[in-house]
C-alpha cells in the first residue's frame, strides 16, 4: 500500500515535496516512480529512483529542478519539487515496481491514491 501527501497549492517559481510512504516490509526491493496525470490523459513518467538508491531518471521537464530521493528505513520516497511551473499542475501518483524500475506505468503494480498539486501563474 502507496500513500501519497504534500500535494496542495502553490504560486510560480514555488516548491513542494511530496512523500509517498509505504507499508511493505519489502520496501527496499522495489523502484519507485512518479507520475502526474491531468483529466482525460494517460499517466505521464516524472520520475523515478531504483530500489538501491543509486540511480534516479527524469523528465525532461522536469530535470533540474526535480529532486527523486528514498529513505529505505522509513520506507519513504520523496519528490521535492523546485521552481514550479503553471504547467506542472496535475495529479501525481507514486508507484512502486519490483526491482528494477520503469519509464512505463503499466509496468507498476502498485499505485497510491494522488495527490494534487496546483501551481498559480
Known amino acids: 500500500q502507496l500513500e501519497e501527501s504534500g500535494g496542495g497549492l502553490v504560486q510560480a517559481g514555488g516548491s513542494l515535496r511530496l512523500s509517498c510512504a509505504a507499508s511493505?516490509?519489502?520496501?527496499?526491493?522495489?523502484?519507485m516512480g512518479w507520475f502526474r496525470q491531468a483529466p482525460g490523459k494517460e499517466r505521464e513518467f516524472v520520475a523515478l529512483?531504483?530500489?538501491?538508491?543509486?540511480?534516479?531518471c527524469y523528465a525532461d521537464s522536469v530535470k533540474d529542478r526535480f529532486r527523486n530521493r528514498r529513505d529505505n528505513d522509513k520506507n519513504t520516497v520523496y519528490l521535492e519539487m523546485n521552481s514550479l511551473k503553471p504547467e506542472d499542475s496535475d495529479v501525481y501518483y507514486c508507484?512502486?515496481?519490483?526491482?528494477?524500475?520503469?519509464?512505463?506505468?503499466?509496468?507498476?503494480?502498485?499505485w497510491g491514491q494522488g495527490t494534487q498539486v496546483n501551481v498559480s501563474s
Open positions: 511493505a516490509r519489502t520496501f527496499s526491493s522495489y523502484s
Open positions: 508507484g512502486a515496481k519490483y526491482f528494477r524500475g520503469s519509464y512505463e506505468p503499466g509496468q507498476y503494480g502498485y
Open positions: 529512483i531504483g530500489w538501491r538508491a543509486i540511480n534516479t
